[in-house]
């Protein structure tokens, strides 16, 4: 596995919290609900908030994370790929590098203006124990969509990116074509069970690689196929924001960040990892179980997803939906066990690990899902108490 990222494995298994102490809300109570004055939300601020919108020179960062809805999860590619194993923004050359491409590949994005990225890797089976790397009894997609400037960059990108795989076995590769992308760059190895690619499809290029059990030159270019038609349905369905454009993208344009609850309000820039909003897909490239949080995500109609310091809000479709989704998610934490929730707060539901100190919450509002973590039990009922009061002040 890379670099954290994986968004929805931290929402299921949980991020580290801060402890803090009690004192009072802000607020006005709304006929027919509970005064949120009256919450014990330690010292969480969780009075109606607005974070700055100006990206700050973040602009590339932002539209790397709206990325993260053009790499399809693998469980969208054949229903056989349920292990979601990494999916997190490429924010520079080195870091696509590091993670995706052969060494060699960074100067060659870095020569042709690489903007941004967004790789995803899923496969049929875990990775096995200590490993990161599949098993070579795995069937596993791993894949890149880099930004370029131009349509004409990043075909230079694929040729040169294809020439620097390919030179590493010069005398074993064999280049092979597909008829339903004849512009693919693809190579592959007759003794080795997997293969390469890299095609241009408008300012992107698509980077593959894909194992399978056995090495089979018909079953693997199957394989891409699929994977290239799936992804260049998504980048058809995606509007790139003009590369003069990438600075005008606003931070919290939907106020979800400004709906999760932190300590810490003060300074915050984009992080992909502890303040940032993605699209639902950008949460289901980290599930261990793909296909049950594409549905649960898909039938609640999720549009949204905010992360930040390790707690999360999701909205859905509607009230009904939230509550439905906040449901489905609490019953399919493993290894938890319920504890009481604050009897104060709305429908809360709070778990604990059977085998670790670590708390879970969950709370609805609206169409909005609250999921809060701590290693304290009594933080953790001030931070639902507090995403509630927050949610409530937030109308």
């Known amino acids: 596995m890379t670099r954290a990222s994986r968004l929805l494995l931290a929402l299921l298994a949980g991020a580290v919290a801060a402890g803090l102490t009690a004192c009072g809300v802000e607020g006005t109570a709304v006929p027919g609900e509970i005064d949120v004055r009256t919450l014990d939300v330690g010292e969480y601020p969780v009075d109606k908030h607005n974070y700055p919108q100006n990206s700050g020179g973040n602009g590339a960062l932002l539209e790397g994370m709206r990325m993260s809805e053009v790499v399809p999860p693998g469980v969208r590619v054949d229903p056989v790929l349920k292990v979601g194993r990494t999916g997190h923004v490429c924010l520079d050359p080195q870091d696509a590098e590091n993670d995706f491409l052969a060494v060699g590949s960074g100067p060659v994005l870095r020569r042709n203006g690489m903007v941004i990225g967004y790789g995803a890797s899923s496969a049929d089976i875990p990775d096995p124990e200590g490993s990161d790397f599949p098993s070579d009894t795995a069937t596993s997609i791993t894949e890149l969509v880099i930004r370029f400037p131009s349509e004409s960059a990043a075909k230079v990108a694929a040729r040169e990116l294809e020439d620097v795989d390919f030179a590493y076995a010069p005398d074993q590769n064999r280049r092979l074509n597909l008829t339903e992308h004849p512009d693919a760059y693809i190579h592959w190895r007759p003794t080795v069970a997997n293969i390469g690619t890299f095609m241009p499809y408008r300012q992107f290029v698509i980077s593959l690689f894909i194992g399978r059990p056995n090495s089979d030159a018909t079953d693997l270019l199957n394989w891409v196929r699929k994977t290239l038609d799936a992804t260049v349905a998504a980048l058809d369905a995606f509007t790139p924001t003009p590369a ?152």
């Open 244 to 395: 003069d454009k990438l600075d005008s993208l606003t931070v919290d344009p939907d106020r979800m960040l400004a709906r999760v609850i932190t300590a810490d309000r003060e300074n915050r820039t984009p992080d992909p990892d502890t303040f940032a909003v993605y699209g639902p897909t950008g949460f289901i490239h980290g599930a261990t179980d793909q296909p049950l949080v594409n549905r649960l995500l898909t039938d609640s109609g999720v549009d949204r997803v905010a992360t930040v310091d390790g707690n999360t809000v999701m909205r859905a479709r509607d009230s009904g939906a939230a509550t439905t989704l906040m449901a489905d998610l609490s019953t399919h934490l493993v290894d938890y066990d319920p504890f009481a929730a604050p009897k104060d707060v709305p429908g809360a539901k709070c778990f604990e690990r059977a085998d670790a100190a670590w708390y879970r919450c969950f709370v609805t509002y609206g169409r909005y899902v609250g999921i809060v973590d701590s290693d304290s039990e009594s933080d953790v009922r001030q931070k639902i108490a507090a995403q509630y009061a927050l949610f409530a002040n937030s109308l």
